[in-house]
């Protein structure tokens, strides 16, 4: 099976103080350390753990700059076969659909069965994977967290709904999925991991070479533009309750009920 | 017994490494140690920001030797204290006893990174070469001609993981030779309800035989009652944190650490000192598990120094010192 998974990369919020720019506009970007968007790890995971199963290749694309080709080497480095980068100057400033017209164009030019991206970015909002679907008139599911290959060019599939309930589905292939985190534990990728791919060529295709029309795509093309970022108002502060341990528990339990938290 | 098992464990985590096997909790750790040189993931530039408590700062100047400032002495912090709030204090009292014995003495602020004892230990060797490499180019530059540290994980790598280095010492050797020496002049307990127990911390004592410094550092302290815990010396118990264990919440009956409180109390102790950041969190932490929050307390050898110290008696020649450095 040959599966292409969709990443990118974006702050790493573990290892971040994010804080608002002056202007209000923007996160201060200066002392950022970025690396793969989490979800999408779990994604090439279970990639990777499908073509053990069932043989065939993983691809991973993002779109981007230079800049972004070490998180294709990291997931490289993880055991995808093959990294590209989907890189334009008339790329920057796209929308969602702009991201999810470059990576049509990019399927396009393959033949992929499944198309597997993270449940959402960490600096956006999950919107790609379900847009990509809808260009390619492929089918699609969201929240997956378990993937099971089935003869006959099916899937058999499970997503999270709500309460931690699961639902089981048959999609047919070629389909998107977008993976839950928790569908399995990604493996680590070590210093030697890296270095080991790090020669490794990264092909790069730009609007001409993927047949992307430039107005189709980019700043102009945007029609979700950002227009401001702003830190919540802190609202009341924490209740501190006061008494013996029995006394502590009972009101706890009291309140965690009028709040329907306990039934 | 001669069994030396602890190579043949790291060797196999090494493998395991290598084909990704690491469990999740302790993936962000080692990619934080990477990337920012420190497991907590914080700014590389907030790492001297320990250093700035304003009280602390006023009496006690501490110098970033990063090409402006030089001193004799290089006082190696590690993570645990440059960014744990609690084990900061023992970063503040190292100074304060570095510079009560008159030492010419800096740290090296953001260019130092994790000293990589764990990471090795936990067999990311290509990791920890790259901390270490970092660490002896910033070292040699700092132009320090001996290395001192209060954490005895620092201490074994700086000791025998690395190479061309100064000589490094742990605070618990620097203060009893200072203190024979008559530099540092230890003040009486005034709590005489206080009974110490030493506890060796794995890396200190079994690792590096240092078993007496630490002790002759107490039997100084005027009016000190010391007792020894049954299990003591190479046959003393880990405190159950070291290293990574720290991030990783591992399926036990019962934490050692609160096996090691009761030790204590056993011996008839109240005070718990210890000299390394990790036994600190691991035993503090134990005795509120184990129920004897107000019955045992637990404090760093130099917290205690420190505190049994003060600036009265820093020489002229020392003042004079700091204060044109």
Redesign the interface.
């Known amino acids: 099976m040959e599966i292409l998974v969709c990443a990118k990369r974006v702050p790493?919020t573990?290892?971040?103080?994010i804080e608002l720019n002056r202007a209000g506009n923007d996160i201060e970007r200066d002392?950022l350390?970025y690396?793969v968007n989490e979800p999408d790890n779990y994604a090439v995971e279970e990639a990777l753990q499908i073509v053990d199963r069932a043989g065939g290749q993983v691809t991973v694309v993002t779109v981007g700059g230079d800049e972004d080709e070490e998180i294709l080497r990291r997931e490289m480095a993880?055991g995808a076969h093959h990294g590209v980068l989907l890189s334009d100057e008339a790329f920057n400033g796209s929308d969602g659909k702009g991201i999810a017209t470059i990576l049509k164009a990019f399927v396009e030019k393959g033949h992929y069965d499944l198309i597997l991206t993270g449940v959402q970015a960490e600096d956006a909002g999950a919107q790609v994977g379900g847009m990509l679907a809808a260009m390619l008139d492929y089918p699609f599911a969201s929240l997956v967290n378990s993937i099971e290959v089935q003869d006959g060019g099916t899937l058999k599939i499970s997503r999270e709904i709500e309460g931690g309930n699961k639902e089981m589905n048959a999609i047919d292939l070629p389909c998107v999925l977008s993976i839950q985190t928790g569908i399995n534990?990604?493996?680590?990728?070590?210093?030697?991991?890296i270095?080991q791919v790090a020669s490794r060529t990264i092909p790069v295709f730009d609007a001409s070479g993927l047949g992307v029309s430039e107005d189709a795509v980019g700043k102009a093309a945007a029609k979700v533009k950002r227009v401001d970022y702003f830190v919540p108002a802190a609202g009341k502060g924490a209740e501190m309750l006061a008494g013996s341990r029995e006394e502590i528990i009972d009101r706890l339990i009291e309140l965690m009920k009028a709040k329907g938290g306990l039934n | 017994m001669l069994v030396e098992y602890i190579d043949k464990i790291v060797d196999l985590r090494r493998g395991m490494?290598?084909?990704?096997?690491?469990p999740?909790s302790l993936?962000?750790p080692?990619?934080?140690l990477?990337?920012?040189g420190n497991p907590y993931?914080k700014?590389d530039?907030k790492r001297a920001d320990w250093v700035k408590n304003k009280e602390f700062q006023q009496s006690c100047e501490v110098k970033i030797l990063n090409g402006n400032h030089t001193a004799d002495t290089l006082y190696f912090v590690d993570s645990i204290t440059s960014y744990d709030d609690r084990i900061q204090s023992i970063g503040r009292a190292t100074s304060r006893i570095l510079r009560r014995a008159g030492t010419n003495f800096g740290i090296l602020g953001a260019a130092e990174k994790d000293s990589g004892h764990e990471v090795r230990r936990f067999g990311?060797?290509?990791?920890f070469m790259?901390l270490r490499d970092h660490n002896v180019e910033a070292i040699q530059a700092s132009g320090a001609w001996r290395i001192v540290t209060a954490d005895p994980h620092a201490y074994n790598a700086l000791k025998h993981d690395y190479r061309n280095v100064p000589p490094v010492e742990h605070i618990s050797q620097f203060i009893a030779r200072e203190v024979k020496a008559g530099t540092l002049r230890l003040t009486p307990v005034e709590d005489h309800s206080k009974v110490f127990t030493y506890h060796d911390p794995c890396y200190l004592g079994r690792h590096n035989q240092i078993y007496d410094a630490p002790r002759e550092v107490l039997d100084a302290i005027p009016g000190l009652k010391r007792v020894e815990m049954s299990r003591c010396r190479d046959r003393s118990f880990c405190c159950g944190g070291g290293g990574l264990a720290l991030f990783y919440e591992p399926k036990e009956d019962q934490r050692m650490g609160v096996k090691r409180v009761q030790m204590a109390a056993e011996a008839g102790a109240n005070v718990i000192v210890t000299a390394c950041p990790f036994c600190m969190v691991n035993i503090e932490d134990a005795i509120k598990v184990a129920g004897m929050e107000g019955k045992m307390t637990a404090i760093d050898l130099a917290e205690l120094v420190e505190s049994r110290t003060d600036d009265r008696f820093v020489s002229s020649v020392t003042a004079g010192l700091v204060g044109h450095a």
């Open positions: 790493d573990s290892e971040n103080e002392d350390v690396s993880m534990e990604p493996r680590y990728v070590g210093m030697r991991g270095r | 490494v290598d084909e990704g096997k690491v999740q993936q962000k080692l990619k934080a990477e990337s920012r993931g700014l530039k990311e060797e290509l990791l790259a």
